[in-house]
C-alpha cells in the first residue's frame, strides 16, 4: 500500500494518478553502465584467463566492486522512480516524492488557484514534465519529470470544476 493510499480521507477515492517519468532512469542507468561494463570485462579476463599468472584475483576483485557500484546506481535510480506517487482524488490532489527525504504536497481541490506546466522539447516528445500547483496563500510547490503532466493538470481542472461548477479552473 503506497502513502496516497495510507492518506485517503473517508469518502474519498483516487480518480487519476501518474508517476515519475522513465527519463529518471538515464542518468542512473548510463553510471550502471559507465561502472558495469567494465566490470563484467574485468570480471571475463579475471575468471576466464588462460594465463595462470597472479592478477587473475585482483582483476576479478575490481571487475565484481564495479559492477557492485553499477548495479547499486541502477537500484538507486528505480527507488527514486517508484518512490513518486501523484494523484488526484475526488477531495484532494496529493503529491509525495522522495524515499529517504520526502517531499509532500496535499491541497484540497478548492484551495487550488493555479496548476502551470512547464514541457521542454524533450518533454513534449516523450511525454514528461514538471508541474507547479499554487495553492491559496502562495504555496507553489514544483514536481519534475512527471509523466503525462498535461492530462494530471487537465483532470485536476476537471475535478475542480466538479466541486465548484460556479467557479474557473486554474
Known amino acids: 500500500m503506497g502513502y496516497v493510499e495510507q492518506n485517503l ?3 474519498e477515492q483516487v480518480v487519476h494518478r501518474t508517476r515519475l517519468h522513465w527519463v529518471v532512469l538515464i542518468p542512473p542507468t548510463l553510471i550502471a553502465a559507465l561502472f558495469g561494463i567494465p566490470g563484467l570485462i574485468a570480471i571475463y579476463f579475471g575468471v576466464f584467463s588462460t594465463n595462470q599468472d597472479v592478477s587473475k ?11 557492485f557500484i553499477g548495479v547499486m546506481a541502477f537500484a538507486g535510480g528505480m527507488l527514486h522512480r517508484s518512490s513518486g506517487e501523484f494523484a488526484i482524488t475526488n477531495k484532494r490532489v496529493i503529491l509525495k516524492s522522495g524515499l529517504f527525504h520526502r517531499r509532500t504536497l496535499e491541497l484540497f481541490l478548492n484551495k487550488i488557484e493555479s496548476v502551470s506546466v512547464d514541457q521542454g522539447l524533450m518533454g513534449r516528445i ?12 502562495g504555496t507553489m510547490e514544483p ?16 475535478y475542480i470544476s466538479r466541486i465548484s461548477p460556479t467557479a474557473t479552473p486554474p
Open 9 to 11: 480521507i473517508s469518502g
Open 57 to 67: 584475483g585482483p582483476a576479478s576483485a575490481v571487475g565484481l566492486g564495479l559492477l
Open 126 to 137: 516523450l511525454g514528461y514534465g514538471s508541474i507547479d500547483v499554487r495553492g491559496t496563500g
Open 143 to 158: 514536481f519534475d519529470k512527471i509523466t503525462g503532466p498535461l492530462e494530471f493538470r487537465k483532470q485536476m481542472q476537471e
